[in-house]
Antibody, heavy 121, light 107 residues
Framework: QVQLVQSEAEVKKPGASMKVSCKAS????????IHWVRQAPGQRLEWMGW????????KYSQKFQGRVTITRDTSASTAYMELNSLRSEDSAVYHC??????????????WGQGTMVTVSS | SYELTQPPSVSVSPGQTASITCSGD??????ACWYQQKPGQSPLVVIY???KRPSGIPERFSGSNSGNTATLTISGTQAMDEADYYC??????????FGGGTKLTVL
């Protein structure tokens, strides 16, 4: 079935980097944008950026510009999100999600299970 | 930057109608989506393009969007509908934006 499977939880120290993977299966990976959304405990969903797996084009939220990099490996049907210079406020669950065009509107129709990242000294 | 505002909480009795609002500047000129998120789960899209239901979403979920407000309506609310609900829209300056989320309690 169509699914996105993410890498396991991580614990990082302040100032370090994190890299989360998102493996797609059940559909043509290069045909749909992949987005990254994070959710800190008790907080709202926060859009971080997206990648067009077909050509590698990316767009990032201004909040994370300069600290986040989204890449993909088409041979592995996998997208990656790397966040640098981590601080405690980056502790959150990080989700990848597929953007689907329903024919008259877009939405994030498939979500990964989420990857918990804890930033602590 | 573009912002979407939701009430923190809404309560409804089983079988009644729940309405959750989402406000943003000229939101009616954009398409709004709604997501349901239950504890420990990833979000699930329940409404896209203001009022369209994806396959598998019950008919009791409906949406509207006009002026500065989008509304998610759940008719005949069931206990299984208790969850957090987030609105989402795309803005040319901010890209994808989510509302702050509304906790729906079915009393």
């Amino acid at each position: 079935q169509v699914q996105l499977v993410q890498s396991e939880a991580e614990v990082k120290k302040p100032g370090a980097s994190m890299k989360v993977s998102c493996k797609a299966s059940g559909y043509t990976f290069t045909s749909y944008p992949i987005h990254w959304v994070r959710q800190a405990p008790g907080q709202r969903l926060e859009w971080m950026g997206w990648i067009n797996p077909g050509n590698g084009n990316t767009k990032y939220s201004q909040k994370f510009q300069g600290r986040v990099t989204i890449t993909r490996d088409t041979s592995a049907s996998t997208a990656y999100m790397e966040l640098n210079s981590l601080r405690s406020e980056d502790s959150a669950v990080y989700h990848c999600a597929r953007e689907y065009y329903y024919g008259s509107g877009n939405a994030f129709d498939i979500w990964g299970q989420g990857t918990m990242v804890t930033v602590s000294s | 930057s573009y912002e979407l505002t939701q009430p923190p909480s809404v309560s409804v009795s089983p079988g009644q109608t729940a309405s959750i609002t989402c406000s943003g500047d000229k939101l009616g000129d954009k398409y709004a989506c709604w997501y349901q998120q239950k504890p420990g789960q990833s979000p699930l899209v329940v409404i896209y393009q203001d009022n369209k239901r994806p396959s598998g979403i019950p008919e009791r979920f409906s949406g509207s969007n006009s002026g500065n407000t989008a509304t998610l309506t759940i008719s005949g609310t069931q206990a299984m509908d208790e969850a957090d609900y987030y609105c989402q829209a795309w803005d040319s300056s901010t890209a994808w934006v989510f509302g702050g989320g509304t906790k729906l309690t079915v009393l």
